[in-house]
């Protein structure tokens, strides 16, 4: 009898728990990248502003673009994603036209951030991090690093010690760099030769990886890879030996955004977020404890300085990143880029 | 004597296959205790990462919601799935169609599956939670369940049904009398076939939960704290949920009085 | 009964389920394999075979073919470990068995991940097996045992050989033992009768778990990324990239179409091989 009353007990708290009565208010939904901003951010916010936002977490931009597209962004507020995936959900008529009336923080971004070619106004995304893809080495393992040809056509005591990325994008803007070619070249014959040197140097890989390349490095599996600048420093946070270089024929200008969805339905709380975390305080502890550069001015030049010595891509310039290309939306040859990557790792 | 030989041998597989399953788990378990944070050098003995995982109310709110995820769908599918099994097998003479639609769950890809049911439920304006993730786990879980009951209804002899109906029982009582007991064990194995692949899937999970916090299941979480590896702190919780679920099976035993149902 | 409609009563329910949440919706994800993909990944309602005719690439058929070779790989040496395993469960005092089988379940309510990243400290280059090789005074070359297709044919054996178990103790549970008996006394060796008796009134149960480790195997996309490194792509992965990395909707559905009409032939061949080797019909006549 006792036992009937503890099962039936356990059934009813897991109906309960599993059909839930639903919240009286929505809070607001806040998709981002796990440890990209601070652990309390989130109540901070909702101290100082009254608002009842919550955070939840994507692996992949790749993850929360098929859902955002499959619930057409039902459900969620502010989502953090990459410049490519911001312009995509834009074209798809997702995003919400930002008001920079209600965002007043957004005069903290440097000019530069202002004007990026993906957005050029800041029409529907807010840049939150930027940065470059280059070579992270192991500098005692290795000679220093100058070209991408030093990574996909690796010195011989450096095969089997090296990674590329793994997103379709990153690994192929390796061999296009390396080539001379545009980011987001998309000629099918110059292309055919990326895909060639690509294919040639997965013979010499160990891996494609892009979350624990650093860690790699660190045991001293890897002792080359390729790497965003930011993820890199996780690594030199470990090892000092670890150091970051863009090679000689340049890198890419990413740029991950913060969007609003046109389908949220707390659009004040939302644009309320976005101007938190373009505050200049709050910008500085991103930078500071996520060891990417942010495209606050206020922000940046409170930076400590001991962490540009101990970082030195955190002082990169927004002027110097300027100088590379961002990653854009290549429309129609995405299809092309997809059969590209599988025929790599096919062969 | 050759039986006792042949014991042998059979505690020998038992032992060498068990080996295998658990050597990874070793690995892991000692992992979680390891003081520091990379999984590549032992910094010496802590249990400090169970201290952060015990204040980590995402992950153990998570942990909770997978619980509720599979224990609902693994009842709902076992059901279903083995009155199907039954009905299949009974039929006999079943159809292309048929066989194609049990077949399916199993082969469809997870992300079409996964992407088709929350367009689905968009177009639906279903709202989206715990419910939903549930529901659509019993959709592939039940087509497993039916797939091991069907494999012991495949010399399963239909006479002693015959002879139940003959007796006067009613369907309802030759099942759950005749058929339901001689299937238990296939069933058990079918229920936890469910159960462990509820628990640990990630891609329907992530689409079909809702947006917010309050349906985010373990997967989830873990997939999405990747960035860094995996953290002592989920070694920790992995160690923790096989400890509590032998502590469970212990106090189970206990109070079925060391009787296991199917027997 | 089996003339009647009690058996159709009892599958009604499975149906309705699968028939609102299965075949509706992915009728409606798939079909879109016959529109164009827009140019920033919408959907164009415009009629066309384009995305099914690149399906027919011998890209994709050789990369169907690896991971169908991976995939079969895995669920043979899967069905040998599980259904020995299963076989040694069934052997032990019939009180053991719930226990037994609980115990070979329960490392898979850890996290798929979580083994996997076991798997990576074990086998990669400064990892457990390294050192521990050079501990024991190991001095030679040690082969690169992780990023390639035996580390990913080992996480797929590992993750899914609890399925295999699961599905071939189902047969061996009821296998009577009088049976044994019998076909002892008549003077069968222990290997005759386990060849003759035993093995064939199980093949439904291996059949089945052959099954599930092959279409899990050939869905999966975590293994081949982090123990195969990225290096090559599975089934699961082609059409994962379609849909989320890609934003190709119609060729991913195209591909899964194609993918799915495939399987279920290959699905249906061995349900009617199954059939015949386990001499079901003889049986379920009566």
């Known amino acids: 009898m006792k036992r009937y009353q503890l099962h ?131 500098s005692d393992l290795v000679d220093t690093p100058t ?64 979350t624990t390349f650093y860690a790699k490095l660190v045991s001293g599996e890897a002792e080359l890879v390729q790497a965003w600048d930011g993820w890199c420093n996780y690594g030199i946070g470990e090892n000092a030996d670890i150091k970051y270089t863009i090679p000689s024929e340049g890198s890419d200008l990413w740029v991950d955004t913060m969007v609003i969805l046109k389908a949220s339905g707390n659009k004040e709380a939302a644009y309320d977020f976005v101007n938190y975390i373009l505050d200049a305080e709050n910008h500085r502890w991103a930078a500071e404890n996520i060891l990417y550069k942010v495209p606050n001015e206020p922000a940046m030049s409170g930076v400590d300085a001991s962490l540009i010595e101990t970082f030195p891509n955190m002082g990169m310039s927004p002027e110097e990143m300027l100088k590379f290309e961002q990653l854009r939306d290549v429309g129609g040859a995405q299809r092309d880029y997809s059969r590209l990557v599988s025929e790599i790792k096919a062969n | 004597m050759a039986e006792r030989h042949i014991f042998r041998l059979m505690l020998l597989i038992l032992g060498v296959v068990f080996a295998f399953l658990y050597i990874p788990i070793s690995v892991l378990v000692g992992l979680s205790f390891n003081d520091g944070g990379l999984p590549t050098a032992w910094t010496g003995f802590s249990t400090r990462w169970y201290g952060a995982l015990l204040t980590n109310d995402d992950i153990l709110k998570a942990a909770g919601n997978t619980l509720v995820v599979a224990l609902f769908s693994t009842a709902l599918s076992t059901v279903l799935g083995t009155l199907l099994a039954i009905g299949v097998e009974i039929r006999r003479r079943n159809g292309k169609w048929l066989e194609t639609i049990i077949f399916a769950p199993m082969i ?55 002879a139940s109906g003959d007796l006067g029982a009613s369907t309802f009582t030759t099942l759950r009398r005749v058929v339901v007991p001689v299937l238990m064990p296939a069933i058990i194995a079918g229920a936890l076939l469910a159960f462990t692949l509820s628990v640990d899937e990630f891609i329907i999970a992530f689409f079909t939960a809702g947006a917010g916090r309050s349906s985010i299941t373990l997967p989830m979480q873990i997939f999405a704290m990747i960035r860094f590896g995996v953290t002592p702190e989920i070694n920790a919780l992995a160690t923790l949920v096989m400890a509590v679920s032998v502590v469970a099976l212990a106090l189970s035993q206990r109070l079925n009085k060391g009787e296991l149902p199917g027997q | ?45 415009t009629w066309t075979l384009e995305n099914l005719a690149l399906v027919f690439d011998p890209l994709y058929f050789q990369i ?45 309510w850890s996290n798929y991940l979580v083994r996997t990243y076991a798997w990576i400290v074990l086998l990669n280059r400064e990892g457990l097996i390294v050192n521990l090789a050079r501990w024991v005074g190991y001095e030679g070359e040690l082969p690169q045992m992780l990023y390639s297709e035996q580390a990913v044919v080992i996480g797929l054996v590992y993750n899914y050989l609890p399925f295999v178990i699961l599905s071939c103790y189902a047969p061996l549970s009821r296998l009577n033992p009088e049976v044994n008996e019998a076909s002892r006394d008549l003077g069968a060796s222990a290997w005759t009768t386990f060849r003759r008796v035993t093995l064939p009134m199980t093949v439904p149960g291996i059949a089945t778990g052959f099954v599930f480790v092959f279409v899990l195997s050939i869905g999966n996309f975590v293994t081949p990324a982090l123990l195969g490194g990225g290096q090559f792509q599975m089934i699961g992965n082609l059409v994962y990239a379609q849909f989320l990395t890609a934003n190709d909707w119609p060729f991913g559905a195209a591909l899964s179409m194609v993918l799915i009409a495939v399987m279920l032939g290959l699905l249906m061949g061995q349900a009617v091989m199954a059939d015949r080797a386990s001499g079901g019909k003889g049986a379920r006549d009566g």
């Open chain 3, 1 to 45: 009964m089996s003339a009647d409609r009690r058996p159709l009563l009892l599958m009604t329910p499975a149906m309705i389920w699968l028939f609102g949440l299965m075949v509706v919706p992915c009728a409606l994800i798939l079909v879109l394999a016959f529109f164009r993909r827009g140019l920033y990944g919408g959907i164009e309602y």
């Open chain 1, 147 to 210: 070209s991408w040809n030093d990574l996909l056509k690796p010195a011989e005591d450096v095969s089997g010690k090296t990674t590329m990325l793994a997103t379709d994008r990153w690994l192929l803007a390796a061999g296009q760099l390396a080539l001379g070619y545009s980011v987001n070249e998309t000629d099918s014959e110059k292309m055919a030769e990326v895909r060639d040197l690509l294919i040639d140097a997965k013979g010499t890989l160990l891996a494609y990886d892009d």
């Open chain 3, 64 to 108: 169907f073919l690896k991971s169908a070779g991976i995939a079969g790989l895995s669920a043979a040496i899967a069905c040998v470990l599980g259904y020995a395993a299963a076989y040694a469960i069934a052997a032990m005092p019939r009180r053991h068995q719930p226990m037994l089988l609980f115990f070979a379940v329960l490392p898979f």
């Open chain 2, 108 to 162: 469809i890809p997870d992300i079409v599956l996964a992407i088709a049911l929350l367009s689905f439920f968009s177009l639906l304006g279903v709202k989206m939670g715990l419910h939903t993730i549930i529901v659509s786990h019993v959709v592939f879980n039940l087509a497993f369940v039916c797939a091991v009951v069907r494999a012991r209804l495949k010399n399963f002899d239909w006479s002693i049904v015959e």
């Open chain 1, 8 to 138: 039936c007990s356990i059934w009813m708290t897991a109906t309960l728990t599993a059909f839930g009565m639903p919240a009286l208010a929505e809070p607001l939904t806040v998709s981002n990248w796990d440890g990209y901003m601070a652990a309390d951010a989130i109540d901070s916010f909702n101290a100082e502003t009254g608002h009842t936002a919550e955070l939840v977490l994507h692996a992949t931009n790749e993850e929360i673009m098929g859902k955002l597209i499959a619930s057409k962004g039902v459900g969620y507020d502010v989502v953090f994603v990459s410049s490519p995936f911001a312009e995509v959900l834009h074209n798809l008529g997702l995003t919400e036209d930002l008001d920079h009336e209600k965002i007043p923080n957004i005069a903290n971004l440097y000019a530069e951030a202002t004007e990026l070619p993906h957005d050029p106004g800041n029409a529907f995304s807010v840049p939150y991090a930027w940065g470059t893809t280059g070579l992270c080495y192991r």
